[in-house]
């Protein structure tokens, strides 16, 4: 990666996007980069999308990524994933959660939802890393896991050690409310163990 | 639930624009902040309300929370507003004439340009505010800038004894970056002085300090020529040089490191001369400013040249890859962009209403009625102009839905003599500007159905208190105002007051079919909590009984996001006509049982499901 790192998180509102990417920067201060972080989310409790820039470096001016310039993009919704993909750099790398939030405009039938997002990044030469951060979410008994899951996952896409992420996602939530702390530690090995698995298959 | 005080030490912290201000504002001993919430500044004065060691609160809208801010500064104290850019608007009465009386203790006002409108209704430019007021304007660049100049503006507002505006943009406001604080001072207020002739604005007294304010601009003006905050960034490659300030000059900083900077922090009045000297100091002059072309239009008063809107964007943010390719238009080069693969289409993905909406009754009514025109306003139920209900026929500013639908009945031809007119506006709305738009619909007996949704918070913005939530800043307990009653003391008729639970959809129906129906100003009052603040509860969420849904997709219309649609199919009827059917699914994790969905569902195929596990979880 280059000497700037630039990640754009993106997926619905209410999807705990901000908050990863605040997990993220937490991890980057650590290490003592300077780091700038931002968001579009016009109205962003409410289903519209969301996206959130992190850019960490020496020196950081501009916090914000422009189309072929982020090295990791970070979906944690599908359609959300092909929807920000002209953002990635040529090399860059998707981490994408294979999870569908529809909008009501798709549920009226106005809008088609895409067939296979992923497939279809992966047809435009993207390296894309796909996984139902959702389902193992649910499967370790609550939905909003998933934020710590797609953590867990990109931390071996990072320029620096998974566990400077794994600390921060531990400091953060067991800050909050001690009691999770081992369930985001299972979330996040889970999400680590995922991508690799799917890397294998891949 | 007070929240406790539990400061950081002075320290290298991570902090948004706002939080920064925030941080700043305490430190300089500021006694009283006052703000209407607006996206993007509403975490100012929310992050302030913390340090319970000065006064915070919701002001009813920002006029009010500028002349809050204003009495604290005539008594001494250090004293803070904060408002997003159509709130300067509203709080512009007061500036203008305060900006003649002055100020005691020094006045701040962190002003927020929705510059790109991730959430407003226009996009404006409050440094021409600066202009019309008199009154000085400094535009930090980033987390860290907001801080110090936040501390520099209390300094200079106290020098020149002027309310000062801290220009920010959405890109200050809410980007994140490390900022070094310090520890906060204590400013004993000097006490109120009486003077008339200071503070009694009569044309007797006023007139006088016409002069003296003109005496202040001339002043900053020579400021504004020596200040610390205007600074030039020298750069080896002088083939051209950048004016710039605000969010901007970062984006310049990034795409053109080698290139001088004139660097705008104390942008108004702007230092002519010293521009003056650094546009000879380089090739060409470039105004990269968000969004109007302001200084560049001084700057070629003042017989500068310059380049400015001509080759960049008049709208929206000045972003890296936006100035690289005008720039190298203006030099004669071309710049390839990035590579990157082509943006993809994808369905239009809009904020909407949430699960279980009180607001979604309301606007799947309206939806099912003819002959209607609505009048809408500015919150969380500005989004029935979106999809399923497409609800919504105006959208204005803060209670223009009042005025404009007494206009619309007064104004109509025999066109409309039909149509029966319906206002929306929530609480908080109604109560920073909808009052007097409803006493003048009622004084001159206008024809319109006011649909008053109170949904006991400033939803939009994330569920703040005010005056109808019977909370103040901190969640402690306050008088709450009966909006039947207040309704009535502004003139309308009792029996035209109904107050309704928004998910019984025929109680809703009928109540407003009755009242449209009757010549008269009447107002219907809705009763159910936001979905997001504590005062609504969740019960037993539904399931859908896949044998018994017909597919006739009248839930859908409901508008309600935890229905998807799983199927469709068409079906030719015996009439011949062809149908579309929509089978359904309630995801019954984010279900919380508000039952609206099961209403029009005539083969009653909605039933209870068994409550899940994961409902604790996704709200919040
Ligand atoms: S009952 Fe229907 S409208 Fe209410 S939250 Fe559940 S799905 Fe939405
Ligand atoms: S309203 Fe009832 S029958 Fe019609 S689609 Fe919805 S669940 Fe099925």
């Given at each position: 990666m280059s000497q700037i790192t630039n990640i754009l998180v993106c997926g619905v509102g209410g999807q705990g996007v901000m908050t990863a990417t605040e997990i993220l920067a937490e991890a980057a201060i650590s290490l003592g980069f300077d780091v700038k972080k931002t968001e579009v989310a016009g109205m962003s409790q409410r289903g519209g999308v969301v996206t959130s820039q992190l850019r960490f470096g020496k020196e950081i001016r501009s916090p914000q990524i422009g189309p072929g310039e982020a090295d990791l993009l970070v979906a944690f919704e599908s359609a959300e994933a092909l929807r920000w993909s002209h953002m990635l750099k040529p090399g860059g790398v998707a981490l994408v959660n294979t999870g569908c939030i529809v909008p009501p405009v798709v549920n009226l039938g106005l809008f088609p939802y895409p067939e296979d997002p992923v497939d279809k990044m992966r047809a435009l030469g993207l390296t894309v890393h796909a996984f139902d951060a959702t389902s193992i979410a649910l499967g370790l008994g609550n939905i909003r896991l998933g934020n710590t899951v797609m953590l867990g996952a990109s931390s071996d896409l990072l320029p620096f050690p998974a566990g400077v992420l794994r600390d921060a996602v531990l400091a953060r939530f067991g800050a909050r409310k001690p009691q999770l702390v081992e369930a985001n530690r299972e979330a996040f090995e889970a999400g680590r163990k995922a991508v690799a698995g799917e890397a294998v298959a891949a | 639930m007070p929240v406790s005080q539990t400061l950081p030490a002075p320290a290298r912290l991570f902090l948004s624009g706002n939080d920064a201000v925030a941080r700043a504002v305490w430190e300089a001993g500021t006694r009283v902040a006052a703000a209407y919430p607006g996206t993007p500044s509403t975490e100012i004065v929310e992050v302030l309300s913390r340090y319970l060691d000065l006064y915070t609160e919701w002001s009813i809208n920002e006029k009010v929370a500028l002349e809050v801010a204003l009495g604290a500064s005539m008594v001494g104290a250090r004293a803070f507003c904060a408002m997003k850019h159509v709130g300067l608007n509203v709080a512009s009465d007061a500036l203008m004439t305060m900006t003649v009386t002055g100020t005691e203790g020094g006045l701040v006002i962190a002003v927020a340009d929705d510059v790109g409108m991730s959430s407003s209704q226009n996009e404006q430019d409050s440094r021409y505010w600066g202009r019309f007021a008199h009154v000085p304007v400094l535009e930090p660049s980033d987390s860290q800038e907001a801080y110090s100049m936040t501390l520099a503006a209390f300094e200079l507002s106290e020098r020149f004894r002027?309310?000062?505006?801290?220009?920010?943009?959405?890109?200050?406001?809410?980007?994140?970056?490390?900022?070094?604080?310090?520890?906060?001072?204590?400013?004993?207020?000097?006490?109120?002085?009486?003077?008339?002739?200071?503070?009694?604005?009569?044309?007797?007294?006023?007139?006088?300090?016409?002069?003296?304010?003109?005496?202040?601009?001339?002043?900053?003006?020579?400021?504004?020529?020596?200040?610390?905050?205007?600074?030039?960034?020298?750069?080896?490659?002088?083939?051209?040089?950048?004016?710039?300030?605000?969010?901007?000059?970062?984006?310049?900083?990034?795409?053109?490191?080698?290139?001088?900077?004139?660097?705008?922090?104390?942008?108004?009045?702007?230092?002519?001369?010293?521009?003056?000297?650094?546009?000879?100091?380089?090739?060409?002059?470039?105004?990269?400013?968000?969004?109007?072309?302001?200084?560049?239009?001084?700057?070629?008063?003042?017989?500068?040249?310059?380049?400015?809107?001509?080759?960049?964007?008049?709208?929206?943010?000045?972003?890296?890859?936006?100035?690289?390719?005008?720039?190298?238009?203006?030099?004669?080069?071309?710049?390839?962009?990035?590579?990157?693969?082509?943006?993809?289409?994808?369905?239009?993905?809009?904020?909407?209403?949430?699960?279980?909406?009180?607001?979604?009754?309301?606007?799947?009514?309206?939806?099912?009625?003819?002959?209607?025109?609505?009048?809408?306003?500015?919150?969380?139920?500005?989004?029935?102009?979106?999809?399923?209900?497409?609800?919504?026929?105006?959208?204005?500013?803060?209670?223009?839905?009042?005025?404009?639908?007494?206009?619309?009945?007064?104004?109509?031809?025999?066109?409309?003599?039909?149509?029966?007119?319906?206002?929306?506006?929530?609480?908080?709305?109604?109560?920073?500007?909808?009052?007097?738009?409803?006493?003048?619909?009622?004084?001159?007996?206008?024809?319109?159905?006011?649909?008053?949704?109170?949904?006991?918070?400033?939803?939009?913005?994330?569920?703040?208190?005010?005056?109808?939530?019977?909370?103040?800043?901190?969640?402690?307990?306050?008088?709450?105002?009966?909006?039947?009653?207040?309704?009535?003391?502004?003139?309308?008729?009792?029996?035209?007051?109904?107050?309704?639970?928004?998910?019984?959809?025929?109680?809703?129906?009928?109540?407003?079919?009755?009242?449209?129906?009757?010549?008269?100003?009447?107002?219907?009052?809705?009763?159910?909590?936001?979905?997001?603040?504590?005062?609504?509860?969740?019960?037993?969420?539904?399931?859908?009984?896949?044998?018994?849904?017909?597919?006739?997709?009248?839930?859908?219309?409901?508008?309600?996001?935890?229905?998807?649609?799983?199927?469709?199919?068409?079906?030719?009827?015996?009439?011949?006509?062809?149908?579309?059917?929509?089978?359904?699914?309630?995801?019954?994790?984010?279900?919380?049982?508000?039952?609206?969905?099961?209403?029009?569902?005539?083969?009653?195929?909605?039933?209870?499901?068994?409550?899940?596990?994961?409902?604790?979880?996704?709200?919040?």
């Open positions: - | 002027v309310p000062v505006i801290l220009r920010l943009t959405t890109r200050i406001c809410h980007v994140k970056g490390l900022v070094q604080t310090g520890s906060r001072i204590e400013v004993e207020p000097a006490g109120f002085v009486k003077d008339p002739r200071h503070w009694v604005m009569v044309p007797g007294n006023a007139k006088p300090r016409l002069p003296k304010m003109l005496e202040r601009d001339a002043a900053l003006r020579a400021e504004t020529e020596v200040s610390p905050l205007n600074e030039v960034i020298e750069g080896s490659d002088r083939r051209i040089g950048f004016v710039t300030s605000g969010a901007a000059f970062m984006h310049v900083r990034d795409a053109f490191p080698d290139a001088p900077v004139f660097k705008l922090g104390l942008s108004c009045p702007a230092p002519i001369e010293r521009l003056r000297a650094f546009a000879a100091s380089v090739d060409a002059l470039l105004v990269v400013e968000e969004t109007e072309p302001l200084i560049e239009t001084e700057l070629k008063a003042a017989g500068i040249a310059c380049h400015g809107k001509d080759v960049l964007p008049r709208l929206h943010e000045l972003v890296p890859d936006v100035l690289k390719p005008a720039v190298a238009r203006l030099q004669g080069e071309v710049v390839e962009p990035p590579e990157h693969v082509a943006a993809q289409q994808v369905f239009p993905r809009p904020p909407t209403m949430c699960v279980a909406c009180p607001h979604l009754g309301v606007y799947y009514t309206l939806s099912q009625m003819r002959n209607i025109i609505i009048s809408g306003d500015i919150g969380c139920y500005t989004l029935g102009a979106g999809h399923p209900w497409n609800a919504l026929d105006t959208c204005i500013s803060m209670g223009a839905s009042m005025g404009t639908a007494l206009g619309m009945d007064k104004g109509r031809g025999a066109a409309d003599a039909n149509k029966k007119i319906v206002a929306v506006i929530g609480d908080s709305t109604f109560m920073h500007m909808g009052m007097q738009g409803l006493l003048d619909i009622t004084w001159n007996r206008g024809n319109v159905t006011v649909l008053l949704l109170d949904n006991r918070a400033v939803g939009m913005t994330g569920g703040q208190d005010n005056p109808g939530t019977g909370r103040d800043i901190h969640g402690e307990e306050r008088s709450r105002v009966d909006f039947a009653q207040l309704c009535e003391a502004l003139g309308v008729r009792r029996e035209r007051i109904h107050v309704v639970d928004p998910y019984q959809l025929p109680v809703l129906f009928k109540t407003i079919r009755e009242e449209t129906k009757i010549e008269e100003p009447s107002v219907i009052i809705t009763n159910r909590p936001c979905v997001l603040i504590d005062d609504y509860k969740p019960t037993q969420p539904y399931m859908v009984q896949e044998d018994r849904c017909t597919g006739c997709g009248n839930c859908v219309e409901v508008g309600c996001p935890a229905i998807h649609v799983t199927r469709r199919d068409k079906v030719v009827k015996a009439s011949g006509k062809e149908v579309d059917l929509s089978f359904v699914r309630i995801e019954t994790s984010a279900c919380t049982g508000c039952g609206l969905c099961v209403q029009p569902c005539a083969p009653e195929a909605i039933q209870h499901a068994a409550p899940v596990q994961t409902l604790q979880f996704i709200r919040k």
